[in-house]
């Protein structure tokens, strides 16, 4: 069983509709979470990320963690088309020396 | 500030040649690392550096080496590539793991092993 699964899509939505990305996780260790988003051929990028179960929100995009549950989010509102990426969630063990598990992605198309 | 480079951005080699990919970063970074990425798994972790002169294994080190002679520079080795070294090559640094916020990827290197 891998450390993080993720859904790896493809996952493809109208503009403006209301996404929900999630990813699951196996090692209640997990103490910081990370949304990435990479466009094709390109390196992944930071876009929200967060230590505590909740909400955290930044523009269009809200981050949500469930430690209970072993359950990340990302929610994207009003869609865009330059919203069409792979979204990856990415966990750190702080005690292992800040190694970062990430999932495998999951790809999203926006249509106009 | 031109944040994280890769050189080169693509390479092809032959079975059993040997290469070093050059991972710069200008941010005064502590910590390294060096993450392939193949279709359907994600990044994977190869190897890191928590400083200068300091390297450690992470979860798929095998056939590849690295150094960290500077603390702005991390090289990642392959003495005899294979086939199953096909795949692209990420990047990445970050200040600390308490400042998420400072983490930046470079754009990756393409590699074919034939």
């Known amino acids: 069983q891998k450390e993080v699964e993720q859904d790896p899509g493809p996952l493809s939505v109208p503009e403006g509709a209301i996404v929900s990305l999630n990813c699951t996780y196996s090692?209640?260790?997990?103490?910081?979470f990370m949304w990435y988003r990479q466009y094709s051929r390109k390196g992944p990028e930071l876009l929200m990320y967060?230590?505590?179960?909740g909400n955290k929100e930044d523009g269009r995009f809200t981050a949500q963690v469930d430690k209970s549950s072993k359950y990340i989010s990302l929610f994207i509102r009003d869609s865009q088309p330059s919203d069409s990426a792979t979204y990856l969630c990415?966990?750190?063990?702080?005690?292992?020396?800040?190694?970062?598990?990430f999932g495998s992605g999951t790809r999203l198309s926006i249509r106009p | 500030n031109a944040g994280v480079t890769q050189t080169p951005k693509f390479r092809v080699l032959k079975t059993g040649q040997s290469m070093t990919l050059l991972c710069a970063q200008d941010?005064?970074?502590?910590?390294m690392y060096w993450y392939r990425q193949d279709p359907g798994m994600g990044l994977r972790l190869i190897h890191y550096?928590?400083?200068?002169?300091?390297?450690a294994k992470g979860e798929v080190p095998d056939g590849y080496n690295v150094s960290r002679l500077k603390k702005q520079n991390f090289l990642l080795g392959l003495e005899s590539a294979a086939p199953s070294q096909t795949s692209v090559y990420f990047c990445?640094?970050?200040?600390?793991?308490?400042?998420?916020?400072?983490?930046?990827f470079g754009p990756g290197t393409r590699l074919l092993v034939l």
């Open positions: 550096s928590v400083g200068e002169g300091t390297t």
């Open positions: 990415a966990m750190i063990l702080y005690s292992s020396a800040s190694k970062i598990i």
């Open positions: 090692n209640s260790a997990f103490q910081y």
């Open positions: 967060t230590y505590s179960s």
């Open positions: 941010m005064n970074h502590e910590y």
């Open positions: 990445a640094s970050i200040q600390s793991p308490e400042r998420q916020e400072t983490q930046y």
